[in-house]
Every structure is written in C-alpha cells, then in structure tokens.
C-alpha cells in the first residue's frame, strides 16, 4: 500500500478522536485520553493491537531524570526520519523546552495542523504555529497498512 494511501487513514483515525476528552492515561475514544492514550488508539484502531503497554507516568512528568521514554518507544515502532521530511500523517514528538525530553505528541493531518490530546482541551486540531514547530524533537512515519486494509 501506498505511503499516501497510509497516511489518509492514520488521519481519518486520528480525527475519529476529536472531541474526546482530557484524561491522564486514558485511551478510550470519547471516553477520554491523553496524547499517548491517543497515539496507541490510533494505532489500535489501524493495525489492531496496540505496540506496547506503557509504565504508569505522572501527569507533569516533564523532569529530564526519567529519560527519553516517550522518544525510545517510538523508535522501537515507527520510522524516524529528519524533522525537514514531515509529512501528514506522521506522528510528531515535541520537547517542552530545549533540555528536556519529548513528552508530548501529535499527528500532522495538514502542513500547518496536528491532532493532539492537551490538557483542557481534549484531542483537537491546532495550528503548527512556530511555537509549535520549534518544539518538534522527532519525527515518525507509521508503518504501512497491510494490503487489502
């Protein structure tokens, strides 16, 4: 299957979200999720399992001690590629500030918007605005749907 092909169902997947509310560590669509509850819904909702259970974390878990996790597990799952190469459908990971680890994460559904689950807020579509964009410490691209999908 194409990468285009991919990417309009990771998308269509992704605003099937919207609208769910903000619950720390949840993944249940309109339930309510965070950015992890909503990237591993997704990918349940296009490949059928989920890549991995994640460890308990704390709603503010912005401290540089615990490590990249967020970032590790990507790489485990998804293509990285240079943040110069994103395209829609690729998942994105934004760091808080420069020192710190990726903690927070989005799709890209067009140049200039992603689908993320932000606290207040729910999943929603913003604007990749260059607050945003300057904040981008990882690109993926998922995995192509199998044929027939």
Do not use: N
Request: hydrophobic share 40%; glycine share 10%.
């Amino acid at each position: 299957m194409s990468d285009s092909v991919t990417a309009c169902a990771v998308i269509a997947e992704a605003e099937r979200w919207i609208g769910t509310p903000y619950r720390h560590q949840g993944r249940v669509q309109g339930v309510g999720c965070d950015c992890i509850g909503l990237l591993l819904g997704v990918w349940q909702g296009l490949y059928g399992y989920a890549p991995e259970t994640p460890q308990s974390y704390a709603a503010d878990w912005a401290d540089a001690e615990r490590g990249d996790s967020l970032l590790d597990a990507c790489r485990l799952h998804v293509a990285e590629k240079p943040v110069t190469d994103m395209a829609v459908g690729d998942l994105l990971l934004f760091r808080w500030r420069p020192h710190l680890p990726a903690r927070h994460a989005g799709i890209l559904t067009e140049r200039s918007r992603f689908i993320h689950a932000y606290e207040r807020a729910g999943v929603v579509s913003s604007p990749l605005v260059p607050s945003w964009r300057g904040r981008i410490a990882a690109v993926f691209s998922f995995p192509s749907l199998p044929a027939g999908d």
